[in-house]
């Protein structure tokens, strides 16, 4: 399930997040990738711990708290703070899938990675190429949104970032570990709550939303993991 979440920070957000980054220190992207990716990645990303990543880390992840269509498509529990990277001059990240857990940087503590995120800081007319290619049972799926817009999508895809051939594409990314592990599950709970909120938005509150709702939440507190 991939999921397009628009606005996750708005053009002045955006356009502060892109004057901190354009003078920030970018180093060699293979720095936080094991050897398999190292073969597959040519970018440039901000170190783990720059002041500048944490600050703006912290806008995003305040951003998301807020986003009522990203937490009923992700549920949620806990998130590796987020990273930034750009790619330019032919740079690209080969077909690879993410790892299955990730360390927490500055701290002793690990996540599973069920959920990926690419936040785009890039309007796309500025740059050629670039898109973000997610593989599934489905075929291949080929995205390159507005800046301020977040794709969703699981981490457990093939994916790639294809070369960029004019100017710089610069995005934050980071994963999420699920309250609720399953993405059958997830996906389920994802297609209730939608029905439930346009049923609400026709009709307003009624002993049906009400019911519906209750079902929602009964079967979160079976499947969820806290």
Not at 13 to 26: F, G, K, N
Not at 38 to 64: C, D, F, H, M, Y
Not at 135 to 142: E, L, M, N
Not at 185 to 196: G, N, T
Request: contains cysteine.
């Amino acid at each position: 399930m991939m999921i397009h979440v628009p606005k996750v920070l708005t053009a002045e957000q955006v356009a502060e997040c892109r004057r901190l980054l354009d003078t920030a220190e970018w180093t060699d992207g293979k720095a936080t990738v094991g050897e398999q990716g190292a073969l597959a990645k040519r970018n440039r990303q901000l170190p783990e711990l720059s002041p500048v990543g944490r600050q703006l880390g912290e806008l995003i992840l305040t951003a998301l708290a807020r986003n009522p269509l990203f937490f009923s498509a992700a549920l949620p529990l806990k998130t590796v703070p987020p990273l930034f990277n750009r790619y330019e001059g032919g740079e690209h990240y080969g077909m690879h899938i993410d790892g299955a857990v990730r360390a927490v940087p500055g701290s002793s503590h690990f996540i599973r990675t069920d959920l990926s995120s690419t936040l785009f800081l890039t309007d796309p007319a500025d740059y050629d190429g670039g898109e973000l290619v997610v593989a599934d049972t489905f075929g291949q799926h080929s995205v390159k949104l507005p800046a301020g817009d977040l794709i969703l999508y699981p981490a457990s895809s093939l994916h790639r970032v294809n070369p960029v051939t004019r100017g710089a594409r610069i995005s934050s990314f980071f994963w999420t570990q699920s309250m609720v592990a399953d993405a059958r599950h997830r996906e389920l709970l994802f297609q209730l709550d939608q029905s439930i909120q346009r049923v609400r938005g026709k009709h307003g509150e009624s002993e049906e939303t009400l019911a519906l709702a209750g079902q929602y939440h009964n079967l979160l507190r079976m499947w969820s993991e806290i």
